[in-house]
């Protein structure tokens, strides 16, 4: 690791005219054409991307680590760690070489400081900070869940404030986005998130991680109505989700399928991943509801919805949020399928929307574990 830390100084150092680029950050915040190096790292997608502030996405490469995480079952934290070490540095000069730029027209790295696996995190900062210091470039730490939550003003012509629902498979959340770093907090999982049971259900029924994509995939031959599963909190007051009851009834439904130890068969498989997947997009659907009514609240002449974050790919969630939002007046705005799993084109953005407002960090900057979102406004000040 600290070999490669002083291969990448050097490298970067050498092809950084420093001079020059002190005088174009100076210049800065006059131009609107910022470019951004994003980096991200926080769990197992190692990924590089250059964006415009003109919201062009230069390069933007995503390396799986699947393979190397599939024998476990899961991602495992020190494997992912030290596959970030291996692949970065080539990335990132693959990403730039795409862009057609090099480090001497970015403006600013932009990388994800967490929330995530730390030994992840830890990688991609260190590296950010290297490049960022050898350039002499300004250095921006990124929150991941605000990544997800501005990925689709990247897209679209978005305005604050708007509703957003993030789930990912380590969060699921209402979230009042107000302004860039200010976000409330309107509902949360009190258990597990819903990429987390889409994954744990997945494992029930014998696919690999990740599970959402085979579930999705399985449920287009399923029966959706064959398994009645609960769907917990539905139709109580507030905004808050629950997953694991859920996620408990399909155990014992898988149980006593397979009661005799035989596999279970692919019109079984199909119809638990239908009914699962019905019975989580009614429960999102509902909370939903709700938090439009506690955002029409304070912003009664806005209405934006936004789905973010890996699960917001799920086709089958967006046509049915599609037609509840057309249903209330709200227009749902959401990121491409692309940018809703992990990548650092997100990150490279939410980078450019701060360093606009002239906010970077210092390289003392940490990485964390945890970073609730609701913590970041202190950050802007
Ligand atoms: O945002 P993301 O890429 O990484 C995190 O920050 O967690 O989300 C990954 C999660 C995984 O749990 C994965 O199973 C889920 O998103 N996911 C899906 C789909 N694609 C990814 N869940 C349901 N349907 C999908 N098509
Ligand atoms: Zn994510």
Not at 126 to 150: D, R
Not at 161 to 166: E, G, H, K
């Amino acid at each position: 690791m600290t070999y490669k830390f002083f291969v990448l100084l050097l490298h970067y150092q050498t092809g950084a005219k420093a001079d020059e680029k002190k005088n174009q950050v100076r210049l800065l915040f006059k131009r609107s054409d910022m470019q951004v190096l994003g980096i991200e790292s926080s769990c197992d997608e190692t990924a590089a991307a250059v964006v415009t502030s003109n919201k062009e996405i230069l390069s933007n490469i995503v390396l799986s680590q699947l393979d190397n995480h599939v024998p476990f079952g899961g991602v495992v934290p020190e494997i992912a760690a030290r596959a970030h070490v291996e692949l970065l540095d080539s990335l990132i000069s693959e990403s730039l070489i795409k862009a057609n730029t090099s480090l001497a027209d970015i403006d600013g790295i932009a990388v994800t400081a967490g929330p995530g696996l730390i030994g992840g995190v830890f990688v991609g900062l260190v590296t950010g900070k290297a490049i960022a210091a050898s350039a002499n470039i300004p250095l921006i730490a990124i929150n991941h869940l605000e990544g997800h939550a501005l990925s689709a003003r990247l897209t679209n012509n978005l305005s604050f404030p708007y509703l957003l629902l993030l789930v990912t498979g380590g969060h699921t959340q209402l979230v009042e986005v107000k302004d860039l770093g200010d976000y409330k907090l309107i509902g949360t999982t009190i258990d597990d998130a819903v990429g987390e049971a889409f994954d744990k259900v997945a494992r029930l029924i014998g696919f690999q991680y990740p599970g959402g994509p085979k579930i999705e995939e399985a449920a287009k031959n399923g029966d959706p109505h064959r398994f009645n599963f609960p769907r917990p909190l539905i139709g109580r007051s507030g905004c808050d989700f629950s997953f694991s009851g859920l996620k408990t009834a399909v155990r014992r439904t898988v149980e006593e399928l397979s009661s005799n130890n035989s596999p279970l068969s692919s019109d079984n498989i199909n119809d638990i991943s239908a009914s699962f997947q019905k019975a989580v997009i009614d429960v999102l659907l509902d909370r939903t509801s709700y938090a439009m009514i506690e955002f029409n609240k304070r912003h009664p002449h806005t209405s934006n919805l936004i789905i973010a974050g890996g699960v917001a790919s799920n086709k089958m969630l967006r046509d049915s949020m599609e037609k509840i939002t057309n249903e209330k007046g709200y227009l749902i705005c959401s990121p491409p399928i692309e940018l809703c799993t992990d990548n650092a084109a997100m990150i490279a953005w939410a980078g450019i929307e701060r360093l606009s407002l002239g906010i970077s960090n210092s390289f003392k900057f940490p990485g964390r574990a945890q970073w609730p979102l609701s913590e970041l406004k202190g950050d802007l000040v």
